[in-house]
Nanobody, 123 residues
Framework: QVQLVESGGGLVQAGGSLRLSCVAS????????MGWSRQAPGKEREFVAS????????YYADTMKGRFTISRDNAKNTVYLQMNSLKPEDTAVYYC????????????????WGQGTQVTVSS
């Protein structure tokens, strides 16, 4: 079973940047489509971005397009989320997950979510 561990969250001012990382255990990382989701206080978890097994295809929620970039390094079993031009409404716990589907933007398709990393954007 693959385990995922997120890191890189923190406190940043509006307009700033953060890069989140998610490291996967196991030797089958390259066999999964990877994704990021987030959950703000009092709100439902929402899809953020996903990336195909070889990194060639990416998907983003509309509110993240142009600001966030998902990438992966299969040699390091790691998926990244570069977040630029952060806004206070980006404050949330960010989670990474995986799916066997070749592409997906649906949270229900993903599993093995990590414990999350807190991102707080101050105004």
């Amino acid at each position: 079973q693959v385990q995922l561990v997120e890191s890189g969250g923190g406190l940043v001012q509006a307009g700033g940047s953060l890069r989140l990382s998610c490291v996967a255990s196991g030797r089958t990382f390259s066999g999964y489509t990877m994704g990021w989701s987030r959950q703000a206080p009092g709100k439902e978890r929402e899809f953020v971005a996903s990336i195909s097994r070889n990194g060639g295809t990416t998907y983003y929620a509309d509110t993240m397009k142009g600001r966030f970039t998902i990438s992966r390094d299969n040699a390091k079993n790691t998926v990244y989320l570069q977040m630029n031009s952060l806004k206070p409404e980006d404050t949330a716990v960010y989670y990474c997950g995986l799916t066997f589907y070749s592409r997906s933007v649906y949270l229900a398709d993903f599993g093995s979510w990590g414990q999350g990393t807190q991102v707080t954007v101050s105004s």
